[in-house]
């Protein structure tokens, strides 16, 4: 919640819906409205928070959707593993949160279960058109029925919405049975291109009341956040993988992953790199939480390379929720 890690870059722009920005924030639409989502360094004050918040996101409104269907909705989330739900599920729970918006009027947060089954929204008030804000919401003991998940799946859905049809709309303030994300009261924040929505220094605690903000310890937090989604390489002329050949080979090879992963993650190879005496290949394929294989098909006897052509080469894990 405090917006240290951004693996994936710093500006998203006109990001799809589902899109993962800073680590294990995703930006969700349906309807018209069309946003850049960026790290941004305007933040509270050091007086207003107690301590230095180094970023916070932007979700900037580039095209507008004036007119909010009743299947619209656009919203900022994050999902947290059902491992981390356990600390909180079946009791009471408050979410403190800065919060900056060009609109005012009453917005909404909401907790939804992985089977899309409970929901709980809860209203806040922007009182000041751009101006920073904490919020406070306490949550009521999540019910323990319905599908939820207590393992390395969805536990629940951490939600900010900006606007919403009337298809995710429900009361304030209880545990209802569906899909909710927000109130018939939810303004709709995304009727303007001058429209801008900042959120900041998210901290959930047990009780009635948000525990003091603390910024986490970063090389711990990177590693959490790699739990979900790792990138390796990035720096130009590094080679990774190199061996010799007899002749026309078929080599394997099983790097690990940086930090376990929560499940089998997706593995994708990004930019253009160089190869040296390979004829196809190389290809990657999750075997593990732990490693990869990546597989090439020499072109011959002799040493083989494949290394990286720039800055912007990557292999990518993502074992998101």
């Known amino acids: 919640g405090t917006f240290l890690v951004w693996q994936r ?42 301590v230095l918040i180094p970023y ?3 979700v900037d409104c580039t095209t507008v959707d004036s007119s909010i269907a009743a299947g619209d909705y656009t919203f ?3 999902r947290m593993e059902g491992f981390n739900w356990l600390n909180l599920a079946q009791r009471q729970f408050t979410v403190g949160f800065w919060i900056k918006a060009t609109k005012t009027g009453t917005y909404c947060f909401s907790i939804r279960n992985s089977g899309g089954d409970r929901s709980y929204v809860a ?3 922007i009182d000041a058109a ?20 207590y393992t390395n799946l969805i536990g629940a859905y951490f939600s900010w919405a900006l606007a919403c049809g009337s298809t995710y709309q429900t009361t304030a303030g209880a545990w209802q ?22 959120l900041a ?3 959930v605690a047990p009780g009635a009341s948000a525990a003091v903000l603390t910024m986490p310890d970063y090389g711990q937090e990177l590693i959490r956040c790699m739990r979900y989604y790792e990138l390796q390489g990035g720096e130009a002329n590094v080679i990774l993988y190199a061996g010799t050949a007899s002749g026309v080979d078929t080599i394997y090879q099983n790097p690990h992953w940086h930090v376990t992963k929560r499940a089998n993650p997706t593995v994708n190879i990004l930019g253009t790199w160089n190869t040296v005496n390979i ?8 075997t593990s939480t732990s490693r990869f294989t990546m597989g090439v098909t020499t072109s011959g006897a002799g040493a083989w390379q494949w290394n990286t052509n720039s800055a912007d080469d990557y292999i990518e894990g993502i074992a998101e929720l």
């Open 201 to 203: 220094g998210v901290n």
């Open 177 to 198: 049975t569906g899909n909710y994300i927000a109130t018939a009261n939810q303004v709709n924040a995304t009727d303007s291109t001058a429209n801008n929505f900042y």
């Open 76 to 78: 900022f989330e994050q």
């Open 123 to 125: 209203e806040y008030t």
């Open 130 to 149: 751009s101006t920073w804000e904490y919020k406070t919401v306490t949550i009521s003991a999540s019910p323990s029925a319905g599908t939820w998940n």
């Open 56 to 58: 916070s996101v932007l």
């Open 279 to 286: 004829a196809s290949g190389p290809s990657l394929h999750a």
């Open 9 to 50: 870059g710093t500006s998203f722009v006109s990001p799809a819906s589902g899109a993962y920005t800073a680590d294990r924030w995703a930006y969700y639409k349906a309807g018209a409205a069309v946003h850049t989502v960026s790290q941004s360094t305007d933040v509270p004050t050091v007086a207003q928070a107690g």
